[in-house]
């Protein structure tokens, strides 16, 4: 069956818009086609409109009548109180059909319209009231497929919050005097963005928490044998006093690769520091390190190595437990001092990876790319690494990870313009079993044709690669 696709979705708001218009409707489009306008990563399957009330508005009935009569809009018979839209201008075997809901909407138009490419918006605000309507309106006990809708909801909710152009004018009533109850329901299962709602005048809905003390303490544990000197010699304190995240997520990497490698490990840089350290803009939040093996034959868990830094460097090393009462591993951060108090301007966290987890190999440290003394997976596993990340965000059931989806969107689409990506589309490495195991392979070609569904304006650059899309 053929997908919505975001130029039906176009067509479908343009000629709703200009009909309800010509009919002397004031009229602004909403809910996943406007999340869509306005930045987040997945394509509509319908277009939604809401038409401002004055006196003598129509029934729906007769307002879906209306637009029949102009053309392009139909009912079909198993579905008469849906309105279609057709679109005889899709060509092949695209599909040429998508649902519209339209709704009255009681409140002035003046203020909540906004202009997107000519195209009349409700405001970003009212978008994200309307998500978080939607959310807490899912029942707890649903079927998977609800539970599913509201975790969607959520994510929307969480990535509209971090927009930069969120309305702070009066919004809606009918929303306002509702969603107060529901914001505090929301910051109970996500905290955080408490700024974006004080902003939008929510500050007394939002639940008073007091700022922990963080004091990290080493817990005590057995030193496990790994074959590693006990000092750490050659190992300074941190160059910079107030370093720039930057320079400290560097340090961090640094001291990290070195302190690993003095234990007979050689490791090397993947995820976000890795995209920067090849040419990205985006500044990374941590460090992500791929154990590619000791140089004896032992073998030891992650969990072995995290303590094995503690110990031999616990001026810069430390760890603490997950936020995940049933995990069994601790998190493994860096620091540049060891105060009792740590913060995102003096802590990191490092990420270490064996192998094997999520399709990493185990490749040879001559593919190794070097970059600010720092050693870097090859190119294009990253790049190929950076897809699986978005496939996995955008299937995942929890919201903090789906809204990462953009994030990662945002990462290939950097990568695709570095000068790295130049020699890949003569060498073409994608059949290279020592990067890319053949289920890899596999589902690497169905995470491109769904990427570029999803992004057409990205084919080409795939296409470049050798990818059929």
Same mark, same amino acid.
């Given at each position: 069956m053929a997908k919505v696709t975001i130029e039906l979705i176009n067509n479908a708001a343009t000629t709703l818009i200009s009909s309800l218009k010509r009919l002397g409707y004031t009229c602004a489009l909403c809910g996943d086609v406007a999340c869509h306008s306005f930045g987040l990563p997945y394509i509509p399957k319908k277009v939604e409109v809401v038409i401002f009330v004055s006196s003598?508005?129509?029934?729906?009935?007769?307002? =879906?009548?209306?637009?029949?009569?102009?053309?392009?809009?139909?009912?079909?018979?198993?579905? /008469?109180?849906?309105?279609?839209? @057709? +679109?005889?201008?899709?060509? #092949?075997?695209?599909?040429?059909?998508? *649902?519209?809901?339209? !709704?009255?909407? +009681?409140? /002035? *138009?003046?203020?909540?319209?906004?202009?997107?490419?000519?195209? /009349?918006?409700?405001a970003? !605000? @009212?978008?994200?009231?309307?998500? %978080?309507?939607?959310?807490?309106?899912?029942?707890?006990?649903? !079927?998977? =497929? !609800?539970?599913?809708? &509201?975790?969607? *909801?959520? #994510?929307?909710?969480?990535?509209?919050?971090? *927009?930069d152009n969120l309305d702070i004018e009066p919004l809606d009533p009918s929303l306002l005097s509702t969603s107060r109850q529901h914001i505090s329901r929301f910051m109970a299962q996500y905290s955080g963005y408490a700024s974006a709602w004080?902003? %939008?005048?929510?500050?007394?809905? %939002?639940?008073?928490?007091k700022s922990p003390s963080l004091s990290w303490q080493i817990q005590p544990f057995e030193l496990p044998s790994?074959?590693?000197?006990?000092?750490?010699?050659?190992?300074?304190?941190?160059p910079l006093a107030e370093p720039t995240r930057i320079q400290m997520v560097i340090m961090a990497a640094n001291h990290s690769v070195r302190l690993l490698s003095k234990c007979g490990w050689c490791s090397t840089v993947f995820g976000s520091l890795a995209c920067f350290l090849y040419g990205n803009d985006r500044v990374p939040n941590d460090v992500d390190l791929l154990i590619l093996g000791p140089s004896s034959g032992n073998m030891f868990t992650i969990e072995d190595l995290k303590q094995n830094l503690v110990v031999l460097d616990p001026y810069h090393f430390f760890t603490t437990p997950s936020q +995940?009462?049933? &995990?069994? @591993? =601790?998190?493994?951060?860096?620091?540049?001092?060891? #105060?009792?108090?740590?913060?995102?301007?003096?802590?990191?966290?490092? +990420?270490l990876l064996l192998p094997g987890v999520m399709n990493f190999p185990n490749f040879p440290p001559s593919l190794i790319h070097w970059d600010e003394g720092l050693p870097l997976i090859p190119f294009s596993l990253l790049l190929l690494q950076k897809l699986q990340a978005w496939d996995d965000h955008r299937r995942s059931k929890n919201a903090i990870e789906w809204q990462r989806q953009r994030t990662d969107m945002e990462d290939l689409v950097g990568l695709? #313009?570095?000068s790295a990506f130049v020699p890949l589309t003569y060498s073409r490495p994608w059949?290279?079993?020592?990067?890319?195991?053949?289920?890899?392979?596999?589902?690497?070609?169905?995470?491109?044709?769904?990427?570029?569904?999803l992004f057409p304006s990205s084919a080409s650059a795939w296409r470049s690669l050798g990818f059929e899309v």
């Open positions: 003598g508005l129509p029934p729906i009935e007769i307002l =879906r009548s209306q637009l029949i009569q102009k053309g392009h809009f139909f009912v079909s018979k198993d579905q /008469p109180d849906t309105l279609l839209f @057709y +679109d005889h201008t899709m060509k #092949g075997k695209t599909k040429k059909i998508c *649902a519209v809901d339209i !709704s009255y909407l +009681d409140s /002035p *138009a003046d203020h909540l319209i906004r202009d997107v490419n000519g195209l /009349p918006f409700v970003i !605000s @009212y978008i994200l009231l309307q998500k %978080l309507r939607e959310w807490a309106e899912s029942p707890e006990k649903s !079927s998977k =497929r !609800s539970r599913k809708q &509201a975790e969607l *909801a959520a #994510g929307v909710v969480l990535e509209l919050l971090k *927009a004080e902003k %939008l005048g929510f500050a007394s809905a %939002l639940p008073v928490v790994i074959p590693c000197s006990p000092e750490p010699e050659g190992f300074e304190s941190p +995940d009462e049933q &995990a069994t @591993y =601790r998190i493994l951060w860096y620091r540049l001092t060891d #105060g009792p108090i740590q913060t995102t301007k003096t802590s990191c966290k490092i +990420d695709t #313009g570095l059949s290279n079993t020592t990067l890319f195991s053949p289920e890899f392979q596999k589902l690497t070609k169905e995470r491109v044709n769904d990427y570029c569904t």
